[in-house]
């Protein structure tokens, strides 16, 4: 496996052509293209060919952070960090693992969200250790896993650094540069989320008697139209927050019965819940698990699963917006404008800021274009955010 010389694009190619698709909480059942250790291998590859320090850590099964290290000769580390795994290939009109160029695009799966910006943090890696800068910082370039269902693999670095048992790094990074795909703005601050099941009991029967039975799919009828006036008269009446506007509730998935002729003794939602920086995952969970007891019937006989997702908001803080600085004006060196974002998605992020790191998120390629059905990414702008990341990078000596 060669991988020099360095090309960003070519990079955003074979990446998008090794599968690393996460199971989102359900069954590996697809295990040629699932989970991320394909794309683990790849990397350490692609680390021991540049002769660098790496370390590869299982954060659950199959799935393996793994951090390349670039020494630097200042006191300063910097780190890349970009998530390995991309979302399901469901429904795709492209050639999910292709890879292809067309004209100025690269299509596939993860092209966007993150392939793209993983290509960019490895090409400033290679390019910093062929052309170092004097007084350069320690540069690590981090692959995290299960952002898409979790941040769990952020977590678990960013706990390796904060109670030292990295063998990379002593004492915590000075900045984090988390790549998303922000279009080369800079978001300084976004929502976090909470996402649980709610479930709805009742009692089978058939349905030429259906008085017999209590009919679960009717029970999660009031449960969902709590919800809904949840939405209406508490988080509607919230004022705006800056550009975050206001918090959210969702319901995105709905499954029960068995048959037509069954009354249903069973029903299950997803429910998805984005808090504001500064909220409690925990306290807001318990607000909406009270709003809906308190109008429905029977509320022993509604059940709320614990968390399978919970992440903070990404607060606005000085040292953020600082970091963001540097990049903006780094970017208006090369005629490009990077303008600082709030915004309601949630990135790995929080997961730096909680143990005190600075962390802005920064990247190629356009949100509209992440998870779609002909994912995509402008080889234009592949290039350009990879020519100033690494000037950020150097811009540190």
């Not at 429905?296 to 059940?303: Q, S, Y």
């Not at 970017?331 to 929080?350: L, W």
Request: charged share 20%; with cysteine; hydrophobic share 40%.
């Amino acid at each position: 496996m060669h991988f020099m010389p360095m090309d960003v694009v070519e990079l955003t190619q074979r990446l998008v052509q090794i599968p690393s698709v996460n199971p989102m909480g359900h069954a590996v059942d697809q295990p040629e293209i699932q989970l991320e250790h394909r794309v683990t291998d790849f990397l350490e590859a692609f680390f021991r060919e540049l002769g660098l320090a790496y370390e590869r850590s299982e954060v659950a099964p199959g799935r393996d952070n793994i951090v390349g290290c670039l020494p630097g000769t200042s006191d300063k580390t910097i780190v890349l960090e970009a998530h390995q795994d991309t979302v399901p290939i469901d429904g795709m009109t492209v050639e999910p693992f292709g890879g292809k160029q067309v004209g100025n695009r690269i299509y596939g799966r993860g092209a966007c969200d993150i392939k793209g910006g993983m290509a960019m943090a490895l090409t400033v890696l290679s390019r910093l250790q062929e052309n170092p800068s004097e007084n350069q910082p320690t540069i690590l370039v981090a692959c995290t896993v299960n952002e898409e269902c979790g941040f769990t693999g952020a977590r678990h670095l960013a706990q390796q650094w904060a109670s030292g048992q990295s063998k990379l790094v002593s004492g915590l990074p000075d900045a984090v540069f988390v790549a998303e795909p922000t279009e080369m703005h800079v978001v300084v601050s976004h929502k976090g989320v909470i996402r649980w099941r709610c479930h709805t009991q009742g009692q089978a029967a058939h349905s030429s008697r259906p008085a017999v039975g209590d009919n679960a799919i009717y029970r999660m009828g009031t449960v969902l139209a709590a919800i809904r006036e949840y939405e209406q008269t508490v988080l509607n009446q919230q004022a705006e927050v800056g550009a975050l506007g206001k918090a959210s509730i969702s319901v995105g998935t709905i499954q029960g019965g068995v048959s037509v002729n069954t009354v249903p003794d069973g029903c299950t939602i997803e429910i998805d819940r984005r808090v504001l920086p500064g909220e409690s995952q925990e306290a807001i969970r318990q607000e909406v698990i009270d709003f809906i007891a308190a109008r429905v019937d029977d509320p022993a006989k509604v059940i709320h699963d614990p968390p399978y997702m919970s992440s903070p908001g990404l607060p606005l803080s000085d040292a953020n917006q600082a970091l963001a600085q540097r990049i903006t004006d780094v970017a208006s060196t090369f005629g490009v404008t990077s303008q600082h974002h709030q915004v309601a998605y949630g990135t790995d992020s929080p997961a730096f800021y909680a143990i005190g790191v600075p962390s802005v998120v920064y990247g190629p390629g356009s949100l509209l274009q992440a998870h779609t059905k002909d994912e995509f990414i402008e080889v234009e702008q592949l290039y350009q955010a990879t020519d100033i990341l690494e000037a950020v990078c150097r811009s540190y000596s």
